[in-house]
């Protein structure tokens, strides 16, 4: 069954950046779409990017222009670029992955994602 692990997670001040990778050991990720969530402090889990397996790309708006999810599928790994950081996106990070072929590129709802990390914790906080 595919295992994936969140690593780059810490403590950073506001305005710094952090670069979150998401891997999965001895499988292959390129047949997958990634997506990367967020769960704040006593909120529900969202969807904030997902990159498919050709590459293209989605943000949810509040991370437009300040986020940067990629992909490098010879390492099995997908990143997730987070700059300008502020308070507000404190929370739990996971990535999840999924391969449904019905599946439509944009969604974030969890049934479309079998795979999940365990998560990793990002505060932003002076």
């Known amino acids: 069954q595919l295992r994936l692990v969140e690593s780059g997670g810490g403590l950073v001040q506001p305005g710094g950046s952090l670069r979150l990778s998401c891997a999965a050991p001895?499988?292959?990720?390129?047949?997958?779409?990634i997506g990367w969530f967020r769960q704040a402090p006593g909120k529900e889990r969202e969807g904030i990017s997902c990159i498919s397996s050709g590459g293209n790309t989605n943000y949810e708006d509040s991370v437009k222009g300040r986020f940067t999810i990629s992909r490098d599928n010879a390492k099995n790994t997908v990143y997730l670029q987070m700059n300008s950081l502020k308070p507000a996106v404190t929370g739990v990070y996971f990535c999840?992955?999924?391969?449904?072929?019905?599946?439509?590129?944009?969604?974030?709802?969890?049934?479309?994602?079998?795979?999940w990390g365990q998560g990793t914790q990002v505060t932003v906080s002076s």
């Open positions: 001895g499988f292959n990720l390129g047949y997958y779409y």
């Open positions: 999840a992955a999924g391969n449904h072929p019905a599946y439509r590129f944009g969604g974030y709802g969890s049934s479309w994602y079998g795979s």
